[in-house]
């Protein structure tokens, strides 16, 4: 990516967020997203070397604009294992109603796009990431259950907090997402924390 005008590339991103979260799961292509910006294809090209490097981008630039930073401070500064797997829940699961347009766009397209699969695929890395932190204090309080390697129950976790299971959960199942989050903590507690270990 060039050092090139720092308001084109803001205005770049915008569109791209505004058409990920519009397309209902179609190929969002560096043409459109560049007539959506009023620039040149080329000059896309300038900011933006590859369609997966835009879209990954895209996917920050949201988190920038929902302050996805703040959102996790509870869970960082938690007092220990048990809290910090709380905080988590409750800053990841609040969060998915917000990104869910972008997120259901990718994964439309990420089967057969492959841009689109490295967005999400690093989106899901970043997640993950931090399950395993929340589980890892787990571990270093002594918290986490025999039944379960900390891989094992990052694992579960990552998987428990997926996209998908919210969506099917909240709009198959019509969960409201207060019940969600609350159902969410009481069953990752369940599983991953030694029993005298819940408060």
């Not at 294809?41 to 604009?65: K, S």
């Not at 259950?145 to 969506?167: C, G, P």
């Not at 709009?171 to 997402?177: A, E, I, R």
């Not at 009481?186 to 270990?197: G, I, N, Q």
Request: charged share 25%; net charge negative; aromatic share 8%.
């Amino acid at each position: 990516m060039s050092s090139g005008n720092p308001e084109t590339r803001k205005r770049i991103l915008k569109s791209a967020l505004e058409l990920l979260e519009s397309s209902r799961g179609q190929d969002v292509r560096m043409t459109d997203i560049a007539k959506q910006a009023g620039i040149t294809r080329q000059a896309l090209y300038l900011h933006f070397a590859t369609r997966a490097e835009l879209l990954i981008a895209t996917t920050h630039h949201l988190d920038q604009i929902k302050g996805s930073e703040e959102r996790l401070v509870a869970s960082r500064t938690a007092a220990d294992g048990v809290e910090r797997l709380d905080a988590f829940i409750e800053a990841w699961g609040s969060y998915i109603p917000e990104i869910y347009g972008v997120a259901k766009a990718l994964l439309a397209m990420k089967d057969t796009d492959m841009a689109a699969a490295a967005a999400w695929d690093k989106r899901m890395r970043d997640m993950r990431e931090g399950c395993a932190a929340a589980i890892d204090a787990l571990e270093a309080n002594a918290q986490l259950s025999a039944d379960f390697s900390a891989d094992q129950a990052t694992d579960m976790l990552w998987t428990m907090l997926s996209v998908r299971n919210w969506e099917h959960l909240t709009f198959d199942c019509g969960w409201p997402q207060d019940w969600y989050i609350k159902n969410l903590k009481t069953l990752a507690r369940a599983a991953f924390v030694k029993r005298e270990s819940v408060h």
